[in-house]
């Protein structure tokens, strides 16, 4: 990995061991802007929101933050009104050390769920941590943010925009399993772009929808799950509008960096051994395209085929006719690549060989025709390996 | 096992190799009743229906059967045209081997989706399996039914209804795993009972509803899915009807031998090694506690918890508040047995070894009161171990 590639002009970072993990593993991250940056943010939709959860989605709305304080280890969640207290205690020490407003900080933990903060560490090591911030410490500050992650997720791009050279760099962490909403997902986005709140805003929303979204179904998340996005300013471009003909580019931008940080997190899934990008077209509409895409890509059936190594298309039309949708049993196809498995009712005569190269590809792309209509949806999945259920069976941080 | 404890009267059964399964297995069962007999049926919702759901789902509408004829090892399912004239054949083959007329026949196949059956093989193996029919048989048919199975699931119970013994016997085969409603389930019930039809319409579609469909997520079945009831008037009872009073104490019964089945089926998950027996109560409607049931049932960080013998209450909650209901954080609280492990908001000082000894036991009863009302919910659900993934990452019949 070369550092230089994930530098953001006007961003410092960094990541330390703050003794919350065990072994001196690396545990807290801050990343800081040199100004104030414009931030827009996604939260987790579960009743039961963490606290730090519940402090970001308050500071939020002013539009504007400076920097993020995250730790792993543990998810400061389930832990009632000292909880909140921790959350808040945790964000005054990083203001205190960088010297800005509380208001500007955010703050986010992942790890083990029910356990009080041990907010004197944390305190203790905001010192060496902010010492510490440079603009090579991106990488650093992702390390401390991975918990069963066995890599890790960042992305880095560069688009001209308005006769600037724009950054926008991510970093990500969260084990994209089979439900990936249930193991904490924090992202991370930082530019120098120069871009208004309402443009943010809309463009991040998107953005999520169509990545991290689309690997998780909707409304159904962790009690941790946080993206954010601050963008500084310092291009110096002209500032990117809704309806300016720079957002496009930077929207393009963007959508790279979502794309490639999901794909990580699907591909790190626990234990995960292949990635599954699945279309399901020709359905009424989206809605439906998406229900049929998560029956199958939520199976537990058809991951484990897919560990296996087992072009098991049963399992997939099965898991697709489950769930109440009429499909027209006849007009449904089934593709791999470019071999069709399935269609006009039964299984077809295919290539063995063929298939059996497909199945031991690394990402595999199937497309399922609904036959319906002219609607789809894509969901990127990872398969079912021993791993996850040895990485799932016992307490981790 | 004691044989005398299958014997229904008036009915026979058997279970025979016929060489569909690998090395011999027994993959043939006929059940027969030696008078016609009254008949209900449940089938799956799933699109894709196998051939003999078609054929049964014809068949049932007369409301009388005399004969059951299984074939595991195929489950003649997105076979096309000819998947269904095979279950015709399969069915005129029992009939003609019986003597009776094909109409009174029902069909059931269960194995893997989208060979073609081999008919020639299961015309051969009738004579064999009609001469081997006896009382003793239904063991042997159970057997014949099996799959992944790692013991038989049966049931047997008494009443004493109208002034006269009566019986009935269930058999069930499926691995009532992650998603039961993709195994395969089949559960034939055998009563000497006299009822009328609607009555047994009525009270076999309860049955049901509180039990196979307690543990499978509605409209959401494998291809096969067959539950059938024959009720051949043996036993002289005076007849069962639905306002009569003879009705609740066959319901009773009926019911008694549907958990029995049940429960067997969901400890005999692929692999499983625990049954998780969860009430979610305190829910505005059934609806309600129902969804919540099933996304912490479904939810694999869960399973691999329970699993791992991991009191992680924290999955528990967090998959209950992650579908969208708005639940009261602060009244919501979970009871492993009789010790409460979440309430206020945040875990309690719950003894330890009190909870490792809960955690250790076969059956554990978990409830999750939601504090909105009082509607309530109940489903059986397995772990989630390492033997599943092994069992399901490749081909099996």
Redesign the interface.
């Known amino acids: 990995m070369n550092v230089d590639e994930y530098i953001v002009p006007g961003f410092l970072a960094n990541g330390i061991s703050a003794g919350i993990k065990e072994q001196g593993r690396k545990d807290l991250a801050l990343i800081f802007s040199e100004v104030p940056a414009r931030t827009a943010g996604v939260f987790t939709?579960?009743?039961?929101k963490a606290a730090p959860v519940l402090v970001d989605m308050e500071r939020i709305s002013s539009g504007m933050a400076q920097a993020i304080v995250t730790n792993s280890g543990n998810?400061n969640?389930?832990?009632?009104a000292k909880?909140y207290q921790d959350a808040l205690a945790m964000s005054r020490a990083a203001a205190m050390g960088l010297n800005i407003s509380e208001e500007l900080v955010m703050v986010a933990s992942t790890g083990?769920?029910?356990?009080p903060l041990p907010v004197e560490r944390i305190e203790k090591g905001m010192g060496p941590l902010v010492g510490g911030l440079r603009r090579e410490g991106i990488p650093d500050a992702e390390a401390a943010m991975m918990t069963t992650d066995r890599f890790p997720k960042m992305s880095c791009r560069k688009a001209r925009i308005g006769s600037r050279d724009v950054t926008l760099c991510g970093i990500a962490k969260g084990a994209g399993?089979?439900?990936p909403?249930?193991?904490t997902m924090l992202a991370y986005l930082m530019t120098d772009a120069d871009i208004d709140s309402a443009a943010l805003r809309t463009v991040f929303s998107e953005g999520i929808a169509q990545s991290f979204n689309a690997i998780s179904?909707?409304?159904?998340?962790?009690?941790n799950d946080t993206a954010l996005i601050l963008a500084n300013g310092r291009a110096g471009n002209r500032q990117i509008r809704r309806r300016s003909r720079e957002y496009a580019p930077f929207r393009e931008m963007l959508f790279a960096v979502l794309d490639d940080l999901c794909r990580g997190m699907v591909r790190d899934g626990e234990g995960a051994t292949k990635l599954i990008e699945l279309v399901v077209d020709g359905a009424r509409t989206e809605g439906e395209a998406r229900r049929v895409a998560y029956?199958v890509a939520n199976?537990?059936?058809v991951k484990?085929?897919f560990?296996?190594g087992?072009p098991?298309?049963?399992?997939i039309?099965?898991?697709?006719?489950?769930?109440?949708?009429?499909?027209p049993?006849n007009a449904v196809r089934l593709v791999f690549e470019e071999v069709c498995l399935?269609e006009?009712?039964?299984?077809t005569a295919f290539p063995a060989d063929r298939v059996a190269a497909i199945m031991a590809q690394e990402t595999i792309r199937v497309r399922l025709e609904l036959g319906m209509g002219n609607k789809g949806f894509r969901i990127y999945a990872s398969d079912?390996?021993?791993e996850?259920?040895?990485i799932?069976?016992?307490?981790h941080t």
């Open positions: 939709t579960n009743c039961f998810a969640a389930a832990t009632g909880g083990v769920i029910g356990h399993m089979i439900q909403n249930m193991a179904v909707d409304g159904c998340m962790s009690t029956a199976s537990n059936l484990t085929a560990y296996g087992d098991n298309w049963g399992r039309i099965s898991a697709a006719g489950s769930i109440g949708i009429p499909l049993v399935f006009a009712g039964q299984g079912l390996p021993f996850y259920v040895k799932n069976a016992h307490y």
